[in-house]
């Protein structure tokens, strides 16, 4: 907000009084006048006694206050005669002091000279008539000569020419005497060069209009010699519509306020020649011209016009702002799914659509809380296009509508990530774009399309256009917000200019409701697909019963075991896989298969070892039973459920240690505990008194309130152990359940594993501690210590099938040897090398 609104300050600018000394640029001000001698029109008529004539008017400047009324005697009716005194006295008004300075270097006082002027003036108080002094009479050529052209009609060649004469005043002013001027007009024209920016305007007196007969009606009646009342003069109407005898100024428009000004100039002329002789001395009267703008103009045209745009740039950091925030809300979604925690919820009985709506109700709660503190900042800092009236209610109902579409928006990318990160930093870059991009995209589309026929194709496109981006939350709000600012511009001209009918609510279709609208309807949308992703409603092929079988030699206790699962021998098994199998596109080949046709039948009570190097495919297997993956082909039956068809059955009966830990770093083992018993459905009676249980049989009671990041790699492994074993499940799944602990706790959770055998409970295992022997990878001693059976993995498929010592004795014959090489050689070299030494030959 303090960015967009860095501005200049506005405000309207102080009265302005109308004198020469408001032109700063220049020493001093130049003012012609004509007519300062009776000489220049001998034939102007006089039409009243008691109207002053031109020689009065023109002689009122010689007088003390000179040109307008910034130096204006403080008594009319004063007796000093000697101006030394009357400065000395300040017996001027306190504007003159601004103009006029003892130490300037225009002159002395002697040198402005107009003490007998003054002197003239107090004289007139003791006399009937005024005895106004007159400049010199000059005799000179003109002022002026007229330019030509040069031969080459290059250039303009001006003669010099003789200045008229001048005098300085008071007020810092010169004027010049240019009564003999015949032509003023041309005067004017010629010498503008050498007077540019210290001549404004002029004064011309004695003018009269042609146009009026010479014995037009007056008010002095010349057949009695006397004035007549206006009641008794019956060419009272004729003589207001004109008059002969006039005065005209001239103005230089380069100069501001140079009209009002010299109108200013002549008004006071006007009224110092006619003050009567009982009100004393006309130096001490003027008229000042003050110019006031009008309230709230500057305000308006500056501060409200400049700032125009500075609404649609909050708008644009509101948008970016809030790009932030909602794609900070698929960093846990994100990384809950990545660590199989999800997944482990949905096992202990977390709902889908439960999980999504309060993950929903949750993030729309942390989004009120900074959308709140940007509406809070819109009105602390009082921008009225957003806070005024319904605009504020506008702008309230965006930012709800707005959470309500883009937080479900969010959550189908959440399905597409592994890394939290990742995640965060696309959706960031996604909300800017649908943003900026397409709000930039329609102005310009907009602007383009201005002055352009509805039906024309640039205006179906932009319509068009206009309609496909409302699909983005980030577009609908920041163009909403940008139309409110205007519709509020225009509202504000209208009301200024009484157009009332023309306001308009921001409460239309085409400004704030069709965003509106389309939030509401991207909201549900976003939801339903968000839901069909979580039900995976877009993966429906057909699952086949088998992949085409493969060409590998299969071990014959395999193939035993596939026929008894095939001709349905194992129905009463607790767990039933019927050509489990699973591939994965690649880059480098077009179909990998991690899990190959395994059929399998595990009874009750019975605890079976999953073995194999990394990538055999055991973790794979372990997701599609626990329903955390669908099978490509086959299927498994688990407590008589089908692991596809009915997972949500399959869920009860299972409990789940993934191979990493899906656990929590905030959050105890207590609170981990408490958690899973509630999504299991215990009562909350019970819960405390179960959760202290399984902690107590994991060794944990000591590390009950602290939390799980601080835990060891080894008591992590313990405690999601105790969380498989929330709810009594009969099965257990337990991916490399003692992988990063030490012997001693890894023969504690053995011994934990017995005692749930021996209750009763079907445990799946695999582990990780392997050695090298004929070809495969074995785990024998946990395998020995907890497997009833075992199967070995290798690509995706069983190699070998049987109890521990079913297959000690078929593969346990034989002898490891370690060869050193001094050089690498082929193996080809090393068989046959080895073949023919009599020390390596195999005797009965």
Not at 266 to 273: F, K, P
Not at 312 to 330: E, R, W, Y
Not at 527 to 542: N, R
Not at 769 to 791: D, N, P, Q, T, V
Request: aromatic fraction near 12%.
């Amino acid at each position: 907000m303090t960015v967009a609104l860095s501005a200049p300050g506005f405000s309207d600018p102080p009265s302005l009084t109308m004198s020469t000394s408001m032109f700063s640029n220049m020493n001093y001000l130049y003012t012609p006048v004509s007519g300062l001698n009776s000489r220049k029109l001998p034939n102007y008529s006089v039409e009243d006694e008691t109207c002053a004539g031109p020689e009065k008017l023109s002689d009122t400047i010689l007088l003390p206050s000179s040109l307008g009324s910034i130096c204006v005697l403080r008594d009319p009716y004063m007796n000093i005669t000697d101006m030394k005194q009357i400065l000395s006295l300040n017996m001027f008004s306190n504007s003159c002091s601004k103009v006029y300075q003892p130490d300037m270097e225009a002159g002395s006082l002697n040198d402005i000279s107009w003490s007998s002027a003054l002197l003239a003036q107090q004289n007139e108080n003791s006399t009937s008539a005024r005895n106004f002094s007159n400049i010199p009479t000059v005799t000179s050529s003109l002022y002026y000569v007229p330019c030509h052209c040069s031969s080459h009609q290059s250039r303009f060649i001006c003669q010099m020419f003789h200045n008229p004469p001048a005098r300085h005043l008071i007020t810092n002013d010169y004027i010049l005497n240019i009564t003999l001027e015949s032509n003023e007009i041309l005067y004017y024209l010629y010498t503008v060069d050498n007077y540019r920016l210290n001549r404004y305007g002029g004064l011309s007196f004695g003018l009269t209009q042609s146009f009026i007969p010479h014995n037009y009606p007056t008010k002095y009646d010349y057949n009695s010699n006397q004035h007549l009342e206006y009641s008794k003069n019956p060419y009272y109407m004729l003589q207001k519509l004109g008059s002969r005898n006039t005065a005209v100024i001239f103005t230089n428009h380069k100069g501001y306020h140079t009209l009002p000004l010299y109108i200013n100039i002549m008004s006071n002329a006007i009224l110092r020649a006619n003050i009567p002789l009982s009100k004393g001395l006309p130096s001490a009267y003027g008229i000042t011209t003050i110019n006031h703008p009008m309230n709230e103009t500057n305000n308006m045209l500056s501060t409200e016009f400049i700032l125009q745009g500075s609404d649609v740039v909050i708008s644009i950091f509101i948008i970016v702002a809030m790009s932030f925030v909602p794609a900070s809300f698929t960093l846990f979604l994100v990384y809950e799914r990545a660590t199989k925690s999800k997944h482990i919820q949905y096992i202990n009985g977390l709902y889908p659509l439960i999980y999504w709506l309060t993950n929903f109700i949750w993030d729309l709660l942390n989004y009120l809380l900074p959308a709140a503190c940007v509406i809070v900042i819109l009105r602390l800092f009082n921008v009225p296009a957003y806070t005024e009236g319904e605009n504020f209610t506008a702008v309230i109902s965006l930012f709800l509508l707005y959470g309500w579409s883009i937080i479900p928006l969010m959550y189908p990318f959440s399905f597409k990530f592994t890394e939290p990160s990742n995640a965060y930093i696309f959706l960031i870059v996604i909300n800017l774009f649908s943003g900026i991009t397409c709000i930039y995209t329609s102005f310009f589309l907009e602007i383009f399309d201005m002055g352009n026929s509805p039906t024309s194709m640039l205006s179906k496109i932009t319509r068009n256009v206009k309609k496909i981006f409302r699909i983005f939350p980030n577009y609908c709000l920041g163009r909403g917000l940008i139309d409110i600012a205007y519709n509020d511009y225009y509202n504000s001209f209208y009301k200024k200019t009484g157009l009332y009918d023309k306001i308009r609510s921001p409460f239309q279709w085409e400004i704030v409701v069709s965003n509106l609208v389309s939030m509401a309807i991207s909201g549900v949308v976003f939801w339903i697909l968000t839901l069909l992703l979580e039900y995976e409603f877009f993966y429906s092929p057909k699952i086949p019963d088998a992949l085409p079988i493969s060409h590998l030699d299969e071990d014959e206790d395999v193939g035993r075991a596939r026929k008894h699962v095939l001709k349905e021998q194992c129905i009463d098994d607790v767990l039933v896989l019927y050509n489990l199998s699973k591939t994965y596109k690649t880059r480098i080949k077009k179909n990998l298969i991690a899990v190959n046709n395994i059929c399998l039948g595990i009874p009750a009570s019975d605890c079976f070892g999953l073995l194999g190097v990394n990538g055999a495919g055991k973790t794979t297997t372990f997701r599609m039973l626990t329903g955390d993956l669908r099978p490509t082909a086959g299927y498994a039956r688990v407590n008589g459920f089908d692991s596809i068809k009915e997972r949500r059955q399959v869920f009860k009966h299972i409990g789940y240690c993934p191979q990493f830990d899906a656990l929590f770093d905030e959050l105890t083992p207590l609170e981990h505990m408490l958690l899973t018993a509630r999504l299991r459905g215990i009562l909350w009676e019970d819960e405390k008194a179960i959760a202290t249980n399984l902690l107590q049989k994991l060794d944990l009671v000591e590390y009950y309130n602290i939390p799980v990041g601080k835990l060891s790699l080894g008591n992590k492994r313990k405690l999601s152990t105790a969380l498989a074993l929330v709810g009594d499940p009969t099965i257990l799944f337990l991916d490399e359940p003692t992988s990063g602990m030490d012997p001693s706790a890894r023969r504690f959770l053995w011994n934990v594993i017995r005692q749930l055998i021996k209750d009763g409970r079907s445990i799946i295992l695999t582990s990780h501690s392997l050695y090298k022997r004929i070809h495969f990878y074995f785990s024998m001693e946990e395998c020995e210590e907890l497997c009833g059976s075992l199967a070995i993995m290798v690509n995706g498929c069983f190699r070998c099938l049987g109890s521990t010592q079913h297959l000690k004795n078929r593969f346990g014959d034989g002898y490891t040897i370690k060869i050193r090489l001094k050089q690498t050689i082929s193996d080809d070299s090393i068989s046959s090398s080895t073949a023919s030494n009599d020390y390596l030959q195999l005797k009965n």
